[in-house]
Every structure is written in structure tokens, then in C-alpha cells.
């Protein structure tokens, strides 16, 4: 079955320090997605990302954060310099159409920031 | 603003119970996710579903429209059943957003 690929599994970082994470999306999908989960919190859209363009965001996701699809098979979030609240669970999701259906989620990124 | 209620936060059953999980949603959510999260963190998508009643193995989800409520059953649980359950809402005015829910953490003894 199709799968969504995160890399790494696990980052550790330091303060200000860039971090990019990277995602492999399904293949024929068309929309992309960034989710985080601070620990024992719910969790949070933060940006979809269609057509080359971000489509929709989050008031989570400012001026320290940006995605991109530099070569049409990764997505990529990029947190420029990051801070102890961003220590996090980053998942990428993929799906077919606009909305939920096809739906899929990554395994995630735990970053940690010290 | 979106959002999304499910009840309860924790939930202790024995082997070979019948376990519900629900779900309440805003005026705006079209349609529900069901997803599965294990202790590693990793999400798994059960069920979409904007209308009726879906059934995979043990598991089926129901949604009502009217009364914006979904549940999750899971029939002869199972200790391997263990994990967290997240309904998901999304729909046309919040584009193409996930709103999560809290998470119903499900243990299940032997």
C-alpha cells in the first residue's frame, strides 16, 4: 500500500538553529499537508501546500516557517530558527483531492529543540 | 471556527468488550476522519466517512448528520486495540484543514 515517507524520525537541534524535514508524498497525490503535535496536545494543521503554491495556513505557521516541493517528489517544511516551543511531532499527509478523501499521514518527525 | 469534541479522554476495557467512542462536531465539518495513533506517535487513517455507517473487521463508524455526532466502535476488543483514537472533521468552509480532536486514549486488559 502506498505510504507517506518522513525523514529523519527523530531531529534534535539547537536553538536558532535552521531544520528542514523532509516528506515524500504518495505519487499521485495532489495536495500536501504539514501537521504538528506538541506533546500530550492535539493536534495542529499548519499549512497545505497544491499546485506549487501554499493554499491555505495557520496562524501557527509565520515567517519562520516555509515548504516547498523543490524537485516534484519531496515536500519539505523549513523552520528557520527554531525555538523550544517548536519541539514537536511534525506529520506530512498527502491526498488525492481537495478535503479528506484518500487522506494519508506520514509516521512523523519528533523534533526536539534544546 | 471549526472544532471537535470526542469523549471520553480515557478509556479502560477488558478483552472481548463492545467500546464507544464519540464524536461531536461544529456547523461547518462535512465529514469525519477516524484515525488510529500508536505509542510511537504514528497516525493511521480508519475511516472517511460524511454519511451512514462504515464497517472494517471489528471496527465500524457511524456519522449523523443532523445531530453533527460520529462514533467509533470497536466489537471483541482486544488488547492490541490499545492506542489512541482521534476523530478529525473537516469541510468547505475550512477548506482543506483537518480539525483534531482531543484523542480518546484506549487500553485494553487482557
Known amino acids: 500500500e502506498p505510504e507517506v515517507t518522513q525523514t529523519p524520525s527523530h531531529q534534535v537541534t539547537q536553538m536558532g538553529q535552521e531544520v528542514i524535514l523532509r516528506c515524500v508524498p504518495i505519487s499521485n497525490h495532489l495536495y500536501f499537508y504539514w501537521y504538528r503535535q506538541i506533546l500530550g496536545q492535539k493536534v495542529e494543521f499548519l499549512v497545505s501546500?497544491?499546485?506549487?503554491?501554499?493554499?491555505?495556513k495557520s496562524e501557527i505557521f509565520d515567517d519562520q516557517f516555509s515548504v516547498e516541493r523543490p524537485d516534484g517528489s519531496n515536500f519539505t517544511l523549513k523552520i528557520r530558527s527554531t525555538k523550544l516551543e517548536d519541539s514537536a511531532m511534525y506529520f506530512c499527509?498527502?491526498?488525492?483531492?481537495?478535503?479528506?478523501?484518500?487522506?494519508?499521514f506520514g509516521s512523523g518527525t519528533r523534533l526536539t529543540v534544546v | 471556527k471549526n472544532e471537535v469534541e470526542q469523549s471520553p479522554q480515557n478509556l479502560t476495557a477488558q478483552e472481548g468488550e463492545f467500546i464507544t467512542i464519540n464524536c461531536s462536531y461544529s456547523v461547518g465539518i462535512s465529514a469525519l476522519h477516524w484515525l488510529q495513533q500508536h505509542p510511537g506517535g504514528g497516525i493511521v487513517s480508519l475511516f472517511m466517512?460524511?454519511?451512514g455507517k462504515k464497517k472494517h473487521g471489528r471496527l465500524i463508524a457511524t456519522i449523523n448528520i443532523q445531530e453533527k455526532h460520529s462514533s467509533l466502535h470497536i466489537t471483541a476488543s482486544h488488547p492490541r486495540d490499545s492506542a489512541v483514537y482521534i476523530c478529525?472533521?473537516?469541510?468547505?468552509?475550512?477548506?482543506?484543514?483537518?480539525?483534531f480532536g482531543e484523542g480518546t486514549q484506549l487500553t485494553v486488559n487482557p
Open positions: 501546500f497544491y499546485n506549487n503554491e501554499i493554499s491555505e
Open positions: 466517512l460524511s454519511s
Open positions: 478529525a472533521g473537516g469541510g468547505e468552509t475550512s477548506g482543506s484543514r483537518l480539525t
Open positions: 499527509a498527502s491526498s488525492k483531492e481537495r478535503g479528506f478523501y484518500g487522506y494519508t
